[in-house]
């Protein structure tokens, strides 16, 4: 499992980095850890770390389109490794404060895959729905734009498979997005 795990990572970074022209326009990449996280009924804490790859698809003036890949990982209860992985598609719309400093509301959902077997959620193909609040600063010096977001996170798998109660994650993320 964590050779696949590492497999998958770096799969997602060559794809990445093969698509430069939306890596370096505008792309934001994000961490973070679930900081509130459900308690599973075989007595333990889902509490992912997540890695993101944010990046804009199209504006409507203020309004903008975003795709995101997302990968994360958690420790099951067996002290094994359990990952999901997947896109979302969603709309932002940014608030300025000021000339360097903006406040997103951002809303998403997409398909995912993931390992995880619980009573509460099946484990394979889910679907993930993001609600986050994003702080963003520009550091003019640096030529980043530094980040930080509260995400609420919902999965399941819209009833395909049972067992579907789905899992709930609350993440704290830190994000970089340099521009050239």
Do not use: C
């Not at 093969?18 to 850890?33: I, P, V, Y």
């Not at 509460?120 to 963003?136: K, M, T």
């Not at 980043?144 to 609350?170: E, V, Y």
């Amino acid at each position: 499992m964590k050779h696949f795990t590492l497999l998958f990572f770096l799969l997602f970074l060559v794809l990445n980095i093969n698509a430069q022209e939306q890596l370096f326009k505008g792309s934001t990449w994000s961490f973070g850890r679930s900081i509130i996280h459900e308690q599973m009924p075989e007595d333990y804490y889902y509490q992912p770390i997540s890695i993101l790859g944010n990046f804009p698809v199209h504006e409507f003036g203020k309004l903008g389109i975003y795709g995101e890949y997302q990968y994360a990982q958690a420790t099951n209860i067996n002290n094994q490794f359990d990952f999901e992985f997947g896109l979302n598609m969603g709309l932002r719309y940014p608030i300025s404060l000021n000339a360097t400093t903006h406040l997103l509301a951002i809303v998403g959902a997409g398909p995912h895959y993931v390992t995880i077997q619980t009573r509460h959620q099946a484990s394979g193909f889910i679907f993930s729905d993001n609600f986050e609040l994003n702080l963003r600063h520009y550091a003019k010096d640096l030529g980043t734009t530094l980040q930080l977001s509260a995400r609420f996170r919902h999965i399941s798998n819209a009833g395909f498979k049972s067992p579907n109660r789905g899992i709930d994650n609350f993440f704290l993320l830190f994000g970089v997005e340099h521009r050239l």
